[in-house]
């Protein structure tokens, strides 16, 4: 079990703050560090000191860390015409060495797009959108070096382009897909994910989901094993019940809410609930969502005493 921490910076964290989280993930052996992609703050916090782009964020740490994976949960396709999004992530996988991953969302948060003028077409056009930057990124990374890349989009359309630079990844980055949607994001996944992801789901909701994947990718005869299972979860692990109480109340959050929709426990308690989450929608890879950012003792107690568990 991949164990990857993920984090929700436009609730308010500074690149620093992020630094010292990504940096801990790293020496404590996670597999990877992931942040949101989203400028403005949710809930009745305060955001300060403000938000901080995701590729800026995910660039600078390429060059301060060194073993530990980088990517977004997920790239809003709202907020960067795909050919420069292409161009922004292959640069950044190449500055890490070949350590991005590449999650792609169809975008959804209206306050924040009419707070900062960003257009959120209605669903349907959004999705089409959507559709056809995976098409243009997966389609310029793949391209051959020293061939162009073209496309001819209802919504986007680029001419002889020439596909530079390439992702030292060959022949792209992993790209995760994720959604609740029932039959377009399904095929969207078969088609282009190598990782389907569920967020903040209950079991069945997220076992019917990965089932919807699977019969998608058997119908354009694709292997459903080829395409990764993962959740994510927020957490509150405490060594006993003041400390995982105190941890829920870092974050808002009810202990006994918590230990129904996310993983609040003892390292005990939640390696069990992960063990019954395997069983039951077959993931492999679990993103822990870490809210409280200067929590770094979590950080450090789930990975000496969860992780080694569910080897």
């Not at 993930?25 to 989203?38: K, L, V, W």
């Not at 800026?56 to 396709?77: K, Q």
């Given at each position: 079990?991949?164990?990857?921490?993920?984090?929700?910076?436009?609730?308010?964290?500074?690149?620093?703050?992020?630094?010292r989280?990504?940096?801990?993930?790293?020496?404590?052996?996670?597999?990877?560090?992931?942040?949101?992609?989203?400028?403005?703050?949710?809930?009745?916090?305060?955001?300060?000191?403000?938000?901080?782009?995701?590729?800026?964020?995910?660039?600078?740490?390429?060059?301060?860390?060194?073993?530990?994976?980088?990517?977004?949960?997920?790239?809003?396709?709202?907020?960067?015409?795909?050919?420069?999004?292409?161009?922004?992530?292959?640069?950044?996988?190449?500055?890490?060495?070949?350590?991005?991953?590449?999650?792609?969302?169809?975008?959804?948060?209206?306050?924040?797009?009419?707070?900062?003028?960003?257009?959120?077409?209605?669903?349907?056009?959004?999705?089409?959108?959507?559709?056809?930057?995976?098409?243009?990124?997966?389609?310029?990374?793949?391209?051959?070096?020293?061939?162009?890349?073209?496309?001819?989009?209802?919504?986007?359309?680029?001419?002889d382009a020439?596909?530079?630079?390439?992702?030292?990844?060959?022949?792209?980055?992993?790209?995760?897909?994720?959604?609740?949607?029932?039959?377009?994001?399904?095929?969207?996944?078969?088609?282009?994910?190598?990782?389907?992801?569920?967020?903040?789901?209950?079991?069945?909701?997220?076992?019917?989901?990965?089932?919807?994947?699977?019969?998608?990718?058997?119908?354009?005869?694709?292997?459903p094993?080829?395409?990764?299972?993962?959740?994510?979860?927020?957490?509150?692990?405490?060594?006993d019940?003041?400390?995982?109480?105190?941890?829920?109340?870092?974050?808002?959050r009810?202990?006994?809410e918590?230990?129904?929709?996310?993983?609040?426990?003892?390292?005990?308690?939640?390696?069990?609930?992960?063990?019954?989450?395997?069983?039951?929608?077959?993931?492999?890879?679990?993103?822990?969502?870490?809210?409280?950012?200067?929590?770094?003792?979590?950080?450090?107690?789930?990975?000496?005493?969860?992780?080694?568990?569910?080897?």
């Amino acid at each position: 079990m991949d164990l990857r921490i993920f984090t929700e910076p436009q609730q308010g964290a500074s690149y620093d703050d992020l630094l010292r989280v990504a940096k801990a993930t790293e020496a404590a052996g996670y597999d990877a560090f992931f942040r949101s992609d989203h400028y403005l703050k949710m809930g009745g916090v305060d955001g300060l000191p403000g938000p901080t782009d995701a590729w800026i964020t995910l660039a600078g740490l390429a060059r301060e860390t060194s073993r530990v994976r980088l990517g977004t949960l997920v790239t809003a396709a709202t907020f960067r015409h795909p050919s420069v999004l292409a161009i922004t992530v292959a640069q950044v996988d190449q500055m890490s060495g070949g350590r991005v991953e590449f999650g792609l969302g169809s975008g959804w948060y209206d306050d924040e797009h009419t707070t900062l003028g960003l257009d959120l077409p209605p669903f349907k056009e959004r999705f089409d959108r959507y559709a056809e930057q995976l098409a243009i990124i997966t389609g310029y990374w793949k391209t051959p070096a020293g061939e162009a890349f073209s496309f001819d989009g209802e919504h986007y359309k680029l001419v002889d382009a020439p596909a530079l630079p390439k992702p030292v990844q060959q022949p792209a980055p992993p790209v995760i897909i994720g959604g609740s949607g029932k039959k377009r994001t399904p095929a969207l996944a078969a088609r282009y994910a190598d990782e389907f992801n569920l967020p903040f789901a209950d079991v069945e909701t997220t076992a019917a989901q990965f089932a919807r994947v699977a019969a998608a990718a058997e119908e354009i005869g694709r292997d459903p094993k080829e395409i990764l299972r993962s959740s994510a979860l927020v957490i509150a692990v405490g060594r006993d019940e003041a400390e995982i109480k105190r941890r829920a109340d870092a974050i808002g959050r009810d202990v006994t809410e918590l230990r129904q929709n996310g993983l609040a426990g003892t390292p005990a308690e939640v390696v069990d609930k992960i063990g019954r989450w395997r069983e039951q929608t077959g993931i492999t890879r679990l993103y822990l969502q870490l809210l409280d950012l200067s929590d770094l003792d979590q950080i450090d107690l789930v990975a000496a005493e969860v992780a080694p568990q569910l080897d």
